[in-house]
Nanobody
Framework: QVNLVESGGRLVQAGGSLRLSCAAS???????VGWFRQAPGKERESVVV????????YYADSVKGRFTITGDSAKNTVYLQMNGLKPEDTGVYYC??????????????????WGQGTQVTVSS
């Protein structure tokens, strides 16, 4: 069992920055860890997925160059730094962990543990 708690979401103006945090109850270095988002009326989509043990990271095209995922192994915490925010980045952001043994799965169905989500709203 891995418990995840996200924080950091809020209302921000377009062009602004936010850093989301995901605190986990276990070490994440051997799992695939993903940030997903879900906008109203839309399906949940992968934003960034990382597997530190493989040195592999996936960024959705829509966030490349603007979002960065990092981790603090001592705190079992994953961060999502979001710069140059756009109104289309609005949604509930979720942190998730997949028990898949290798790779960086992109489908939400591949993830076993989810946080409660944190709302990000970008105003134009």
């Amino acid at each position: 069992q891995v418990n995840l708690v996200e924080s950091g979401g809020r209302l921000v103006q377009a062009g602004g920055s936010l850093r989301l945090s995901c605190a986990a109850s276990a070490r994440l270095s051997h799992y695939a860890v993903g940030w997903f988002r879900q906008a109203p009326g839309k399906e949940r989509e992968s934003v960034v997925v990382i597997r530190w043990s493989e040195g592999s990271t996936y960024y959705a095209d829509s966030v490349k160059g603007r979002f960065t995922i990092t981790g603090d192994s001592a705190k079992n915490t994953v961060y999502l730094q979001m710069n140059g925010l756009k109104p289309e980045d609005t949604g509930v952001y979720y942190c998730a962990v997949s028990m898949v043994v290798f790779g960086t799965p992109l489908r939400p169905q591949a993830y076993n543990y989810w946080g409660q989500g944190t709302q990000v709203t970008v105003s134009s």
